[in-house]
């Protein structure tokens, strides 16, 4: 069974910096398209990044120009790389994918269980 596992949050004062990873446990051939959302405390999830197979890149308005998605798809890994956090920034942070399996089986809207970033003092 295939799962997506996030890793790299933590707390961080603003203006700093983490790095996000997201990988798959289990074997798959690839990703296709991959999302990081990110939900704060009595808020909604919402789109945060997103990279399609060919590295194509959206951003939401709110971190456009202090994140950045990218994927090496050797490692089978999607990274957001975040600047410049700010306390808004605070949130659970969960990876999002469509997966083609080994043996050619595709794994649609997997979801990971998120890891915590906190921006504060």
């Known amino acids: 069974q295939v799962q997506l596992v996030e890793s790299g949050g933590g707390l961080v004062q603003p203006g700093g910096s983490l790095r996000l990873s997201c990988a798959a446990s289990?074997?798959?051939?690839?990703?296709?398209?991959v999302g990081w959302y990110r939900q704060a405390p009595g808020k909604e999830r919402e789109l945060v990044a997103r990279?399609?197979?060919?590295?194509?890149?959206t951003y939401s308005d709110s971190v456009k120009g202090r994140f950045t998605i990218s994927r090496d798809d050797v490692k089978n890994t999607v990274y957001l790389q975040m600047n410049s956090l700010k306390p808004e920034d605070t949130a659970v942070y969960y990876c999002?994918?469509?997966?083609?399996?080994?043996?050619?089986?595709?794994?649609?809207?997997?979801w990971g269980r998120g890891t915590q970033v906190t921006v504060s003092l």
């Open positions: 990279i399609t197979r060919s590295s194509m890149t």
């Open positions: 289990g074997s798959i051939l690839r990703f296709n398209r």
């Open positions: 999002n994918a469509d997966i083609l399996g080994d043996s050619g089986q595709a794994y649609r809207d997997y």
